[in-house]
């Protein structure tokens, strides 16, 4: 135990000189680190991959929103993810396309934020692995791990069943991973509880066969080790729209709060639908608001659900985008877990709750690097002086780039799709009539449509 404790301070040390000096850190595959993020200072790490290699780069941490990028050897924004692991943390899953040095960046969801976080780097599970054996919620099964090994446990999961993974050793520092259905890795722990082992919970997104992974933090470890399976919630109950049998899903999310600002998600309503949204946590006053297409306020809560949940029960009278917003309540900055349910009581359900990301700022005379994920609506904002004139460029060569630019009061001010040429967007010598923060917001002609862009604005 006491080697792993000056593993990791002299890991620290390193990461800590790299962000000063601005120098990469290089990483292997099975490795686990430690570092910290400043605002619009993001860390980077490098490590060498080979064509067609399936890496899995998991970042999470508690003190903020993580954001992940990749970038293949030529500099070039391969991938990017924000909440795709547990908690609004990121998980990052890709095939690499050719072979050479890649680097990954690491940084919080806005630019702004700062704090600690751990970042690993592993090569995804191999298709059709054997596995060690089965498990079964309640049990508590024993195992060896042999030095450099990746025991392979599997069970039966039912989508929304919330569970419980616990790995102990007395040996070595436990490390667990579990990977859905289709072979995709959901989660990972390492410390849980200021000790050396491991604790998943999570609530299943599929039906299907699972499989945990269970390794130690260093690969030359070995030792005996027991892991727990178990069922601490029931899968979430179904509703079936009354005289027409239909089945309506509910949308669930499980996320972290890192602003005041709280977290907004996106979803399409349409006129007649009547929905039910559920905000809980155990870590703060939970606030819900939900905004309708023309950005109103709609209807917000903050006790409805009992204790200090939130509870937003509704039917709506227009159809289009609608904007949850989940916050804690009065000044309470958050920083804690929460559970979001939105359940379609009758209508046509969305498929998904998109996240609307926080905007970012822009200054006159930079530009700024993006990317967009699909049916995204990025936005920046800038500070702007009556009389200003601004031209605003968007430029990429993965989407057809769709540029709008809103005043301070959410007035819609201009638009251009292909101005730039080559499907580039531009808002040219654009003359603000009053002063205060306007907003620019990044989008694609078509919704599916996803990839890197420059954003620049200028003054003239």
């Known amino acids: 135990m006491f080697r792993r404790v000056v593993i990791v301070v002299t890991v620290l040390i390193l990461l800590v000189s790299a962000v000063r000096a601005q120098e990469p850190v290089t990483l292997t595959y099975d490795q686990l680190v430690e570092g910290h993020v400043k605002p ?35 500099g070039s924004v391969i991938a990017f993810d924000d909440d795709s692991g547990v908690a609004a943390n990121a998980l990052l899953q890709t095939t690499l396309p050719a072979s050479g040095v890649y680097t990954i960046r690491a940084g919080s969801y806005d630019d702004q934020q700062s704090g600690h976080f751990h970042l690993s780097l592993t090569l995804a599970e191999a298709a059709g692995a054997s596995p060690t054996g089965a498990a079964a919620y309640g049990q508590t099964l024993d195992g060896h791990l042999t030095a450099g090994g ?3 446990w599997t069970f039966s999961g039912t989508a929304g069943e919330r569970l419980q993974i616990s790995m102990t050793s007395a040996e070595f520092d436990a490390y667990l991973e579990l990977y859905d259905p289709a072979g995709q890795q959901i989660a990972s722990n390492d410390d849980f509880g200021g000790g050396y082992d491991s604790l998943l919970e999570i609530t299943l997104p599929v039906t299907g066969a699972y499989t945990i992974v269970a390794r130690s933090y260093s690969s030359d470890a070995s030792g005996t080790y027991r892991l727990a399976l178990s069922q601490v919630g029931a899968a979430d109950e179904q509703q079936t729209e009354e005289g027409t049998g ?4 509910p949308l669930i999310v499980e996320g972290v709060l890192s602003s005041s600002d709280g977290d907004r998600w996106v979803f399409t309503g349409l006129t007649g639908d009547s929905i039910r949204i559920t905000m809980t946590s155990a870590d703060f006053d939970a606030f819900l ?25 509704t039917s709506f009278t227009i159809s289009g985008e609608f904007v949850i917003v989940a916050r804690a309540q009065g000044s309470e900055i958050g920083g804690g877990a929460y559970h979001l349910r939105v359940e379609w009581v009758s209508g046509t359900p969305d498929t998904t709750l998109r996240r609307e990301r926080a905007a970012r700022v822009i200054q006159y005379g930079e530009t700024r690097e993006g990317v ?38 959410d007035e819609g001010l201009d638009e251009d799709d292909d101005s730039a040429g080559n499907s580039n967007a531009r808002i040219t010598s654009f003359r603000l009539s009053e002063s205060g923060v306007f907003t620019i917001v990044v989008r694609a002609y078509l919704e599916s449509m996803t990839g890197a862009y420059l954003l620049s604005l200028q003054p003239g």
């Open 40 to 74: 619009a200072l993001p860390m980077e790490f490098t490590f060498a991959g080979a064509q067609g290699e399936a890496v899995v780069v998991s970042m999470t941490s508690a003190e903020f929103d993580t954001s992940l990028e990749l970038l293949d050897p030529s």
């Open 372 to 409: 967009l994920l699909p049916g995204a609506r990025d936005r920046w904002t800038f500070q702007g002086a009556a009389g200003d004139v601004v031209t605003i460029t968007l430029t990429s060569s993965d989407f057809d780039a769709l540029l709008e630019l809103y005043g301070p009061r």
């Open 150 to 152: 990746r025991d392979r």
């Open 246 to 249: 239909t089945t309506l899903l």
């Open 289 to 313: 608001e939900l905004y309708d297409p023309l950005d109103r306020l709609a209807v917000n809560d903050d006790d409805g659900a009992g204790a200090t949940d939130a509870l937003i029960e």
